[in-house]
């Protein structure tokens, strides 16, 4: 039998080319459902849209529910809300009714949908807006559509921005407004604005709204600038009359006594009682409130189900949910790191785990009360939206499609979930990627180069499954370190607070700590150790260079380089004050800026780099990249910049993610040798 070839470490001949990720790289968002049939988003990278798919029982094969063009979501927030409700046909009707937000216009539409079983392939269902266009200058989103107590309408949370008039008009806290309003579902709207009504307002920023069962009080959740949400937000209720909210009453949460608390979710158990997450305790936990049955107050709130692990994850979009109330108990993901799904029994309180095997669940979970529909993942299966039975006894979790065989599994990794300590003793949380091949290898006593990948947020959290990114990498011979460094979610409120006034620092130090362990382990190549990330951790990526030299090159997505400018009229309304709390307050704490902006200290930068930057980010926007790379150019330190035109924050269209991974590719045979990856073609618009 032949041995496997023996190739250095980075050479490794693979078929996951840059083409094949940019085609894969769409996700999947939002899942719910109509009757039998499974709903869903997808992004599709081909033409960068996001359609709504629909499966069933019997009809496995996913199909689009709208025209082809149509791109289901919304841009509440900066990141998008929930962008469609379906109310499933009634018993002997023909067709589902759909409330979506297109992104082409921003409005409301609604359509009539066929059942599935009587859809046809080639014609789609007529569309209608609900909404009206915008005047000039002036735009509005639409987010997280829920029906009205009567049925008549969908309550939304409608957010309007006023153009900017001038410099001093700048900031977008000042233009933006929000509120909770009512739109008829009969279109009347669609042309007379007189037709909406504002249900409730209370805070700059609204999410969750929720009427009781019995339609006489609203539910929501609020949080005020300079707060982000996992930080500091509110539940808040107020009695319904006549589809108008009275004066609310905070129930939990908010800045209070020197505290902070956190409420992601709130969902209806009945008309006098909420479940909430919350993290009074430092932890996101499942709260019960009981209320007063003549008024919005709180007579007891109780932790029913106190663990030391999160059980919720960061408010960045309109109506995320990770967990659902259900006639069979409370239903949520919890877990540090590892996950696992469970239906908790307010009667016995005993949890019971749901979803055995998988590892990772994400928030978007939804419930009809009978069974859940849920985004998970997990190492060794993959990732998949499963369906998910309620009621003792009612069978397994199964997958809403069938599993189909992956030509490319033999070359990617199974990914392992560490943990190392700092020099303080603390925990540093990481996901490990190893090189992997069916058959190359390296020389005997050859370490491979380590790319450290840095996620976005900062309150975001890496993956446990195969990454067809990174595969790309790890079959070629490389080592993927994905770091959860301090201030990621999923480890609870302490872990998240090490970021707090120490961005540019402390995620550093956690992204150095993971390269040297992996190298005094003898699992990756000190000399050869580079780091990777976009939005937030395209700022650690340019942190990283800037004030160590641990990493040899960066590759840089649409980064924040410099957070004194990164901020009010400078970025979007949402992060608007987040320096606030990551770095501090101007002009009180202007060194601690300048020590740890990548802008203000870009001549430290010696290490080769690429950049890649959407034009149309008015997240951070393209300047920010600009700054760094002519210091660059001045100095003579190699690099390349890709500008992708119709590009916002965060790549969509395939080209722009092939394009990419080519430049990388560049990055790497500059910095590691021009040995690298030899079987990748040499992309002239990246050189």
């Known amino acids: 039998m032949p041995s496997s070839p023996q190739l ?117 269902p007529a569309t209608a807006p609900l909404t009206p266009a915008d005047p000039p200058g002036q735009e509005t989103c639409w987010a997280d559509p829920v029906p009205s107590p009567d049925g008549t309408e969908v309550w939304c949370v409608r957010e309007t921005t006023r153009a900017a008039t001038g410099e001093d008009d700048a900031d977008p806290a000042a233009r933006t407004v929000r509120d909770i309003v009512a739109v008829p579902l009969s279109g009347a709207a669609a042309d007379d604005p007189e037709a909406l009504r504002v249900v409730a307002r209370s805070h700059h920023f609204l999410s969750g709204h929720r009427p009781s069962p019995d339609g006489r009080r609203l539910a929501w959740i609020g949080w005020d600038h300079p ?71 709180a007579l007891k709130i109780t932790n029913v189900l ?66 859940v529909l849920v985004r998970s993942a997990d190492p060794a299966l993959g990732s998949a939206l499963l369906t998910v039975p309620l009621a003792p006894g009612a069978g397994p979790a199964r997958r809403v499609s069938a599993r189909s065989e992956d030509p490319l599994a033999a070359w990617q990794p199974l990914p392992e979930r560490r943990t190392v300590h700092d020099a303080q003793g603390r925990p540093v949380h990481y996901v490990l990627h190893r090189p992997s091949h069916p058959t190359a290898t390296a020389p005997d006593g050859e370490l491979p180069p380590l790319l450290v990948q840095v996620h976005g947020g900062p309150t975001s959290t890496c993956g446990i499954t195969a990454d067809l990114e990174y595969s790309f990498f790890t079959s070629r011979g490389f080592v993927v370190a994905d770091v959860d460094y301090g201030g990621s979610t999923g480890y609870g409120r302490a872990y998240r607070d090490r970021l707090r006034d120490g961005w540019g620092v402390v995620d550093v130090e956690d992204c150095v700590t993971v390269a040297r362990a992996l190298a005094a382990e003898g699992l990756a190549d000190p000399g050869r150790t580079a780091v990777r990330g976009g939005s937030a951790g395209g700022w650690t990526t340019l ?50 800026f300048e020590k740890v902006s990548p802008a203000d200290n870009a001549d430290r930068i010696t290490a080769p780099l690429v950049m890649l930057q959407g034009a149309d980010d008015f997240i951070c926007r393209p300047d920010q ?53 030899p079987d990748v073609p040499v992309d002239a618009d990246a050189l």
Not at 241 to 256: F, M, N, T
Not at 336 to 352: A, V
């Open 306 to 371: 106190p663990l030391e692990e999160d059980c919720a994850g960061a408010v960045w979009r309109v109506g995320p949910s990770w967990f659902a109330v259900s006639p069979h108990g409370v239903v949520f993901a919890h877990g540090n790191g590892p996950q696992k799904l469970s239906r908790w029994s307010p009667e016995y309180g005993t949890l019971t785990e749901l979803a055995d095997g998988w590892s990772r669940f994400q928030g978007d979970l939804w419930s009809d009360g009978e069974r």
């Open 8 to 124: 250095p470490y980075g050479t490794w001949p693979s078929p996951i080319t840059a083409q094949a990720v940019a085609d894969a790289s769409g996700s999947t968002s939002w899942p719910s459902g109509a009757g039998e049939e499974n709903w869903w988003c997808a992004s599709d990278p081909a033409t960068a849209t996001v359609r709504l798919l629909r499966n069933a029982p019997g009809h496995e094969q996913p199909v689009p529910v709208l025209a082809p063009g149509i791109s289901v979501r919304n841009r509440s927030l900066g990141y998008g809300g929930n962008p469609y409700w379906v109310r499933p046909a009634a018993p002997g009707a023909d067709s589902h009714l759909l409330v979506f937000t297109d992104h082409r216009d921003q409005r409301l539409h609604r359509a009539e949908v066929p059942r599935i079983e009587t859809a046809s392939d080639t014609t789609f």
């Open 543 to 592: 942190a990283c260079l800037t004030h160590t030299d641990v990493f040899c090159a960066g590759a840089v997505y649409y980064p924040i380089s410099d957070p004194a400018s990164w901020r009010a009229g400078q970025t979007h309304d949402f992060e608007s004050r987040y320096v606030d709390t990551l770095v501090g307050v101007l002009p009180e704490d202007r060194e601690r």
């Open 227 to 297: 707060h982000m949400p996992w930080d500091s937000s509110e539940l808040m209720v107020a009695e319904l009359r006549d589809g108008v909210a009275g004066e609310p009453v905070r129930l939990l949460g908010g800045s209070h006594d020197g505290t902070e608390v956190s409420v992601s979710q709130a969902e209806w158990a009945d008309p006098d009682t909420l479940y909430a997450m919350a993290d009074p305790d430092g932890w996101w936990n499942l709260h019960r409130v009981d209320l007063a049955a003549d008024g919005p107050e």
């Open 625 to 677: 990249a600009t700054r760094i790379v002519d210091h660059l150019a001045e100095r003579g330190v190699w690099h390349r910049f890709l500008l992708f035109e119709g590009e916002g924050h965060g790549f969509r269209q395939a080209d722009s993610v092939r394009r990419s991974l080519l430049a990388e590719v560049a990055l790497y045979r500059e910095a590691l040798g021009a040995h690298i990856a």
